[in-house]
């Protein structure tokens, strides 16, 4: 089942259309002027996510690019850097906000597959070097890692990047658009991740189903501070409670039900590597995300997607060899085999 023309829609796990028990829930939610902070089913929402990853406080965003943003504010003065991998969504698809908006600097590293390896931004750290460097103000970790391919970050990891950040007084952001989906594959708790960051964005809206809304989480004096430049940015909402009992409802029904599309992701890819051998290493499917690698096959990404198009399954073409696919709520068991048997055929004509 998959909405629109498409038998097997895998452009994006931000497809989902809201079920009839989570409208059912947006349509009953009491509601106040959330500016005014009167909202109880936002505050509930805030207090729930805060409270899932042991944070004291949380905000409620309409974006995760809102929410990464607002982290990146407080942590980062004009002028400071920002340090990433190369692929990470907040200096990749953030359409410069963080230059744009708050006068930062960003200077990434190259991660196969987005994985952490903590050696490499701690080799990058400038702190203490006067009036002639940019000073490091902060970390950014994405877990799991979207144009990675759904890679989950080992929390260990992330432990001794932070081991190293906190006595140079740098600050670690992890960008958990898609930590439910890390939670799930690793069974790690989501306060194991929430405790080794300063804040924590995650979002509401892409495989836990939710139409909007992403969460940011921190200590309370952050968070207010996040909540007046929320304002200042526009996002202030007033009755959007609607929207927050959305995300309750995925919190509550949509976590783990992740797994499944984990299992559809493995069970495609490594029907896709027997097809083309070296397309995808199946072990390092670790969550919703597929990036077949079209190098060693007679195809182009553009035109692998569009001759997959044809046949009802939408994907991606995500870099020069790339093709990324996207498993979600709602894409099912026959949707997959679907799938399978386009870019199979394909990848074997
Ligand atoms: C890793 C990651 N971070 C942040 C975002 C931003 O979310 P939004 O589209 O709600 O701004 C996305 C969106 O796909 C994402 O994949």
Not at 96 to 101: N, P
Not at 151 to 166: D, K, M
Not at 201 to 208: D, I, M, N, P, W
Not at 249 to 278: S, T
Request: proline share 5%; net charge negative; charged share 20%.
């Amino acid at each position: 089942m998959t909405a629109g023309p498409w038998r097997a829609d895998l452009l994006s796990d931000t497809l989902t259309r809201p079920s009839a028990a989570m409208r059912a829930a947006m349509a009953g939610a009491e509601v106040g002027d959330d500016v005014f902070g009167e909202d109880p089913t936002v505050r509930t929402l805030e207090e729930r996510v805060a409270g899932l990853l042991g944070h004291p406080a949380g905000l409620f965003t309409p974006t995760g690019s809102m929410a990464n943003q607002l982290a990146l504010r407080l942590h980062v003065k004009a002028g400071e850097e920002v340090l990433c991998d190369s692929l990470a969504h907040v200096v990749r698809a953030e359409m410069g906000a963080a230059a744009v908006f708050s006068g930062i600097t960003s200077r990434t590293w190259v991660a196969d597959r987005g994985l952490l390896d903590p050696a490499q931004p701690i080799a990058m750290l400038q702190t203490g070097v006067g009036p002639y460097q940019v000073c490091t103000a902060l970390v950014v970790v994405e877990n799991t890692h979207n144009f990675g391919g759904g890679t989950v970050q080992p929390v260990a990891a992330i432990r001794a990047l932070r081991a190293a950040l906190e006595p140079r007084g740098v600050r670690l952001h992890i960008d958990g658009a898609r930590l439910w989906n890390a939670h799930v594959a690793s069974g790690e708790p989501l306060a194991a991740y929430g405790m080794e960051a300063d804040t924590v964005s995650v979002c509401l809206s892409k495989g836990l189903g939710a139409p909007i809304g992403s969460v940011l989480v921190g200590a309370a004096d952050a968070i207010a501070e996040a909540r007046i430049w929320r304002k200042r940015y526009g996002g202030g909402m007033r009755q959007v409670g609607v929207l927050a009992a959305a995300g309750l409802h995925a919190i509550d029904h949509h976590i783990d039900r992740l797994a499944d599309d984990h299992a559809r992701a493995r069970r495609a890819a490594a029907a896709f590597a027997e097809a083309a051998p070296g397309c995808v290493d199946p072990q390092t499917v670790q969550t919703n995300i597929v990036m077949l690698s079209t190098s060693g096959t007679r195809w182009a990404p553009t035109e692998l997607v569009a001759a997959a198009a044809e046949r009802g399954v939408r994907g991606y073409a995500a870099g020069p060899a790339l093709v990324r696919l996207v498993w979600h709520l709602d894409v099912d068991d026959a949707a997959t085999s679907h799938a399978i048997d386009v870019f199979t055929g394909l990848l074997r004509g």
